[in-house]
């Protein structure tokens, strides 16, 4: 079975600071992997889908890499901002069976 | 973009009661699941539904039953509600590889 691992569970950084968050997954055999958002009691918002023939993404400061092989992906935050405090987690996607990692909780400090 | 819609927000309802959890789409997609999450054990998938009257099991079904009579919604049934199914609870749907969740239902049965 699948499992998908996040490290670390927390982190806490100056604003302007830029930030890699880990995820990393048993299973290489994946479709895709998305990145999602979430903040304190709400659902998640998707930021970043990567297919599993692509290396990365990129969505304004966010850029999303993969690499299959190791099992791994990053998400790197370019100039962190307050507004980017929130909970944030990735999701492999094993043709339509979905596995979540337990999610990196951001917070940037003014 | 997207949207994905949980009618109720925040329910509080009684052990024993009969609980309706409705999620409307409207994209067209075809599957759709139902997540709940806790804090500690992550999102777990309880339904998903690739099609009008189509459904299968999920990796934590028990105490749950789904309906989808029509594509666009997708409703959980809690028969009896129990106080170990207080939780939030998930509605996504899935197009283009892009996966979209509602904004949630905060569930508290006392």
């Known amino acids: 079975k699948q499992e998908v691992t996040q490290i670390p569970a927390a982190l806490s950084v100056p604003e302007g600071e830029n930030l890699v968050l880990n995820c990393s997954f048993t299973d290489s055999a994946i479709y895709n992997l998305q990145w999602f958002r979430q903040d304190p009691g709400k659902g998640l918002t998707s930021l970043l889908l990567i297919q599993s023939s692509q290396r990365e993404q990129t969505s304004g400061r966010l850029n999303a890499s993969l690499d299959k092989s190791s099992g791994r992906s990053t998400l790197y935050i370019a100039a962190s901002q307050p507004g980017d405090s929130a909970t944030y987690l990735c999701?492999?996607?094993?043709?339509?069976?979905?596995?979540f990692g337990s999610g990196t909780k951001l917070n940037v400090k003014p | 973009d997207v949207k994905v819609t949980q009618s109720s927000r925040y329910l509080v309802k009684r052990t024993g009661e009969k609980v309706f959890l409705e999620c409307v789409q409207d994209m067209d997609h075809e599957n759709m699941f139902w997540y709940r999450q806790d804090p500690g054990l992550g999102l777990r998938l309880i339904y998903f539904s690739y099609d009008v009257k189509m459904k299968e099991k999920g990796d934590i079904p028990e105490g749950y039953s789904v309906s989808r009579e029509k594509k666009e919604r997708f409703s959980l049934i809690l028969e009896s509600a129990s106080t170990n199914q207080t939780s939030m609870y998930l509605c996504?749907?899935?197009?283009?590889?892009?996966?979209?969740f509602g904004a949630g239902s905060r569930l508290t049965v006392l």
């Open positions: 996504a749907s899935i197009g283009a590889n892009v996966l979209t």
């Open positions: 999701a492999v996607d094993n043709f339509n069976k979905f596995y």
